[in-house]
C-alpha cells in the first residue's frame, strides 16, 4: 500500500512521484461525479457489446463479455461518453498532470475503460444462491511495460508522432535511439488509473515496480535484444 496525497499537496505529490514513479492522488473527482462515470460505464457495456448486461444481475456478466477481461479492460473501444469526456478535462485531473509535466499546455487523448467482476461470494438473484467464479480472475503475473523504452513504441493511444509505427515492426529499431520523434526516454510520458469506486483490500490492486524509472535506462541496455523483438 502506498498514502494518498490530496490535491493542494502539490509539492508533496511531485516530490512522491519523483521518488516512487508512482503517485496517488484521491478525491480528484466528486462523489456525483464519480456516480455518472460507473453509469457510463454500465450504458457501454450495454450500447457496445450486449444490451441484455445489467448492473444489478451477475447472471449477465457472462455472454458477449468484452474482450481483454482477464486484464480488467473493457475491450478495445474508446469509452467516449459524455462524462468520460468531462473527466479528461477535470480541473483537478489536469491539475494532477500540470504538477507531474511541469507544463500548463498539455494535450489529452482518449480512453479506455476498465471493470473488474468479483471472483468470490456472487449473489445470483435469479437463483437465489452465493456462488464463486475463478475465471472471472484477472491474470495474476502480468508485469509490463506499456511503451518501449528503446523505439517508443506503445500500446497505448496517443497523438505524438513516432518515426515506426506503434504496432509496426521495425527494419531498424536503433536508430530510435537518435531520433527525436522515437525515443522512448526522449520525455517523461505517463499514464493514469482514474479510480471510480474505492479498492477494498480484498479487491486486490494496481501493482507497480517502485522507483523503476531511474533504472529504466540501465534495463534498456541491458535489455536491448528483448527491446528490439517486441
Not at 114 to 132: A, C, H, V, W
Not at 153 to 179: I, M, W
Amino acid at each position: 500500500f502506498i498514502v494518498a496525497l490530496n490535491i493542494d499537496q502539490e509539492e508533496e505529490i511531485l516530490k512522491f512521484f519523483e521518488k516512487h514513479g508512482v503517485v496517488v492522488v484521491a478525491n480528484v473527482l466528486t462523489d456525483e461525479q464519480c456516480e455518472r462515470s460507473v453509469n457510463d460505464v454500465w450504458r457501454f457495456l450495454q450500447e457496445m457489446f450486449n444490451p441484455d448486461i445489467q448492473r444489478d444481475q451477475p447472471e449477465t456478466w457472462s455472454y458477449k463479455w468484452p474482450s481483454f477481461s482477464t486484464m480488467g479492460i473493457l475491450g478495445n473501444d474508446r469509452w467516449l461518453y459524455p462524462q468520460a469526456c468531462d473527466n479528461r478535462q477535470n480541473p483537478n485531473i489536469y491539475k494532477v498532470f500540470q504538477i507531474l509535466f511541469g507544463e500548463h499546455e498539455l494535450i489529452v487523448n482518449i480512453t479506455r475503460a476498465g471493470l473488474m467482476r468479483p471472483t468470490k461470494n456472487i449473489y445470483f438473484p435469479s437463483r437465489d444462491q452465493i456462488e464463486d467464479r475463478e475465471n472471472w480472475k484477472t491474470i495474476s503475473e502480468w508485469l509490463h511495460l506499456d511503451m518501449n523504452p528503446l523505439t517508443g513504441r506503445a500500446t497505448t493511444y496517443g497523438f505524438e508522432h513516432v518515426a515506426e509505427g506503434h504496432f509496426e515492426f521495425s527494419k531498424d529499431p536503433l536508430c530510435a535511439q537518435n531520433q527525436l520523434t522515437n525515443n522512448g526516454m526522449r520525455k517523461r510520458k505517463l499514464q493514469a488509473i482514474l479510480a471510480l469506486e474505492d479498492c477494498r483490500e480484498e479487491d486486490g490492486g494496481f501493482h507497480a515496480v517502485p522507483g523503476f524509472q531511474n533504472y529504466i535506462t540501465t534495463w534498456t541496455k541491458q535489455n536491448q535484444q528483448l527491446c528490439l523483438d517486441t
